[in-house]
T-cell receptor
Framework: AQSVTQLDSQVPVFEEAPVELRCNYS??????LFWYVQYPNQGLQLLLK??????LVKGINGFEAEFNKSQTSFHLRKPSVHISDTAEYFC????????????FGKGTRLHILP | ETGVTQTPRHLVMGMTNKKSLKCEQH?????MYWYKQSAKKPLELMFV???????ENNSVPSRFSPECPNSSHLFLHLHTLQPEDSALYLC??????????????FGPGTRLTVL
């Protein structure tokens, strides 16, 4: 079975500063990894996903994440945040088997400071 | 309408009421999901349907009853709920079950308050 840990429940960042949201997973098998974003009063929306291939994945809104198999991590980064990035960010993992389901982390709330 | 829609967006009900949440997806997907999102807790997967057949029921109390009449519609029937059932209920769909890396598309959710 897979699990995912987001150590930071909240991350405050000044506008135009870089940000990294941490995600670690545990699994004994190959995995797919996802980052979703939830803006206030909305459902979740996919930012990016890693299925295979290049370990650096680029997503929407200038976000990117790097799959690090040895450290079992999939941290999300953005070089310069905007006030509109204020949201909750969820890391998720699923196994590659047909019966595997996606498991979500507890989320990290990104606060953009003016 | 595009994507995944949910109605109502807000619902307040008493513990003895019966109500239903509706989800509709306009994406031609074959899998649909109900999640419960409570404050300070991870998303809880409640039910999964694939091709209108329930494939997962994660120990959800019987006061929650799902229904999937076709691949585009998903309902969650509620009766004799408890105050701790107050949460945001999210519906999602995917092209197929997520074991092959399909992303899930989420609706905006129904904010449920049980008095």
């Amino acid at each position: 079975a897979q699990s995912v840990t987001q150590l930071d429940s909240q991350v405050p960042v000044f506008e135009e500063a870089p940000v990294e949201l941490r995600c670690n997973y545990s699994s004994s098998v190959s995995v797919y990894l996802f980052w979703y974003v939830q803006y206030p009063n909305q459902g979740l929306q996919l930012l990016l996903k890693y299925l295979s291939g290049s370990t650096l994945v680029k997503g929407i809104n200038g976000f990117e994440a790097e799959f690090n198999k040895s450290q079992t991590s999939f941290h999300l980064r953005k070089p310069s945040v905007h006030i509109s990035d204020t949201a909750e960010y969820f890391c998720a993992v699923s196994g590659v088997g047909l019966e595997d389901k996606i498991i979500f982390g507890k989320g990290t709330r990104l606060h953009i400071l003016p | 309408e595009t994507g995944v829609t949910q109605t109502p967006r807000h619902l307040v009900m008493g513990m003895t009421n019966k109500k239903s949440l509706k989800c509709e997806q306009h994406l031609g997907h074959n899998a649909m999901y109900w999640y419960k999102q409570s404050a300070k807790k991870p998303l809880e997967l409640m039910f999964v349907y694939s091709l209108e057949e329930r494939v997962e029921n994660n120990s959800v109390p019987s006061r929650f009853s799902p229904e999937c009449p076709n691949s585009s519609h998903l309902f969650l029937h509620l009766h004799t709920l408890q105050p701790e059932d107050s949460a945001l209920y999210l519906c999602a769909s995917s092209q197929a079950l997520t074991g092959v890396g399909y992303e899930q598309f989420f609706g905006p959710g129904t904010r449920l308050t049980v008095l």
